[in-house]
């Protein structure tokens, strides 16, 4: 198992709630780079592999009996792990960027402070079966209800974790926030409340700024 944790300039992370514009941020990202002549893998998580996306499936899909916090947070990393393994480094050892739709970040906004579940085990999971942290993450950062207004006509069968009440999403936000305090050389917040074309241009300031000092 993994033990250090290296941060990676080419792995860009998209971060946020539920309709904050993570999908927009991700596309402009890529032709971004793309238009500097490199390779882009775009991925998200839960998920990203066949079977990581089978695991999303569990995570996401009501059950019969509830999911017990600890599961959830352990299913979210047995995707991670195999997303990492299959996808995230070959890509990175290739000289691709990689900018994932969600990481590691989030199931310390989720699985901890929404949860609350010990941020420890969260940090022993990303260190001892991750190893990996991006070099730069975006949070898109949207009040709660707003992003529920996003979604509501999409999601005429909200997911487990969408059903959520507002509560546990403020808690997420809030997760989020204070870990964008904590790491602020990672960490740029945009605030995703504002038209798209404003967020666009926050998104490719960001992004080049990152480029620009990390050639
Ligand atoms: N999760 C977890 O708990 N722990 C973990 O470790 C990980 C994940 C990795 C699945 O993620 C769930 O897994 C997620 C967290 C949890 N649950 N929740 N909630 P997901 O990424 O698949 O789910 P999501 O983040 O909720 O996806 P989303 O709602 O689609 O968010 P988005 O991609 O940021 O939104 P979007 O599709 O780009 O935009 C949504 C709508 O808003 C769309 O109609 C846009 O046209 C509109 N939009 C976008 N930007 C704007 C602006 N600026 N103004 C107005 N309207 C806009």
Redesign the pocket.
């Known amino acids: 198992m993994r033990e250090a944790l290296l941060k990676h300039p080419r792995l860009i992370s998209?971060e946020?709630?539920?309709?904050?514009?993570?999908?927009?941020?991700i596309a402009a990202i890529r032709e971004l780079l793309q238009s500097r002549g490199h390779e882009v893998v775009l991925t998200?998580?839960?998920?990203g592999t066949p079977l990581a996306e089978r695991i999303?499936e569990l995570?996401?899909s009501s059950h019969e009996e509830p999911l017990a916090p600890e599961t959830?947070?352990l299913l979210?990393?047995a995707?991670?792990s195999q997303h990492v393994r299959e996808v995230i480094r070959p890509a990175l050892q290739r000289g691709a960027y990689v900018v994932t739709?969600?990481?590691?970040?989030?199931?310390y906004?989720?699985?901890s402070d929404?949860r609350g579940l010990d941020r420890a085990l969260v940090e022993e999971l990303e260190r001892r079966v991750v190893g990996l942290k991006p070099g730069l993450t975006l949070l898109?950062d949207l009040d709660v209800r707003e992003?529920r207004a996003?979604?509501s006509?999409?999601?005429l069968w909200p997911?487990r974790?969408?059903s959520?009440q507002d509560d546990f999403?403020e808690r997420?936000r809030e997760g989020f926030r204070k870990r964008a305090l904590a790491e602020p050389e990672r960490f740029r917040v945009i605030d995703?409340?504002?038209?798209?074309a404003?967020?666009g241009a926050a998104v490719h300031g960001a992004v080049t700024s990152w480029l620009e000092a990390n050639p």
């Open positions: 998209l946020g709630g539920e309709g904050a514009g993570k999908t927009s941020a998200r998580e839960p998920g999303r995570l996401l959830e947070l979210m990393f995707s991670r739709d969600r990481f590691t970040d989030s199931s906004a989720y699985q929404g898109l992003g996003r979604t006509g999409r999601d997911d974790i969408e959520e999403f997420v995703a409340g504002q038209p798209p404003a967020v």
